[in-house]
């Protein structure tokens, strides 16, 4: 079956760290870039990053850029999201998504079911 | 503020036709046809209805039609139906600083 499945997320004080984890499973992992898209309580989507299928390439929105790291273990057929100086404005749930095609063009068309991460003191 | 402008909600009775409208600048819509629909029911993940303005991926009703026009996107379902009824989000490439923006997404009721 294709799927994503995260998991990690949960609750974390303001300006501490949390690692989120994807695992994907049903199609070339390594054939596809890969991306992290939020979308808070009741709001609308926000893209977070992209990341290469070889892991080469990464892209981050700007709010963003500098606090969270995206990679992958493509002989896992995982992706990580690892987010620091976490900020109550991060709460969110965290999709783990697929891209449509080989090459980055920002479709996406597979997505996971998502991990809460909720920042609260 | 959203980067892409849609209307809160639009509303239709089974079997009429409605269109939702994307709002973008030069910068996003206008420059690229890197353009997306997304349809997210309740408590839902958020699924793909349309890609590269105009396209549907495999197993997507052929009653959901996408065009782009200037700095304007649009969202076309024909034929609406019950399970029509969800949030829509357009989104749009947006260069190599700002990469991609969402609209704010639009409640479709089905009357």
């Known amino acids: 079956e294709v799927q994503l499945v995260e998991s990690g997320g949960g609750v974390v004080q303001p300006g501490g760290s949390l690692r989120l984890s994807c695992a994907a499973s049903g199609f070339t992992f390594d054939d596809f870039a890969m991306h992290w898209v939020r979308q808070a309580p009741g709001k609308g989507l926000e893209w977070v990053s992209v990341?290469?299928?070889?892991?080469?390439?990464?892209d981050y929105a700007d709010s963003l850029r500098g606090r969270f790291t995206i990679s992958r273990d493509n002989r896992k057929n995982s992706l990580y999201l690892q987010m620091n100086s976490l900020r109550i404005e991060d709460t969110a749930l965290y999709y783990c998504?697929?891209?449509?095609?080989?090459?980055?063009?920002?479709?996406?068309?597979?997505w996971g079911q998502g991990a809460l991460v909720t920042v609260s003191s | 503020q959203s980067a892409l402008t849609q209307p809160a909600s639009v509303s239709g009775s089974p079997g009429q036709s409605i269109t939702i409208s994307c709002t973008g600048t030069s910068s996003d819509i206008g420059s690229y046809n890197i353009v997306s629909w997304y349809q997210q029911h309740p408590d839902k993940a958020p699924r793909l209805m349309i890609y590269?303005?105009?396209k549907r991926p495999s197993g997507v009703s052929n009653r959901f039609s996408g065009s782009k026009s200037g700095n304007t996107a649009s969202l076309t379902i024909s034929g609406l139906q019950a399970e029509d009824e969800a949030d829509y989000y357009c989104?749009?490439?947006?260069?190599?600083?700002?990469?991609?923006?969402f609209g704010g997404g639009t409640k479709v009721t089905v009357l």
């Open positions: 990341i290469s299928g070889d892991g080469g390439i990464t």
């Open positions: 590269e303005g105009s």
């Open positions: 989104c749009s490439y947006a260069g190599s600083r700002s990469f991609v923006v």
């Open positions: 998504v697929k891209d449509l095609q080989q090459l980055v063009q920002y479709y996406f068309d597979l």
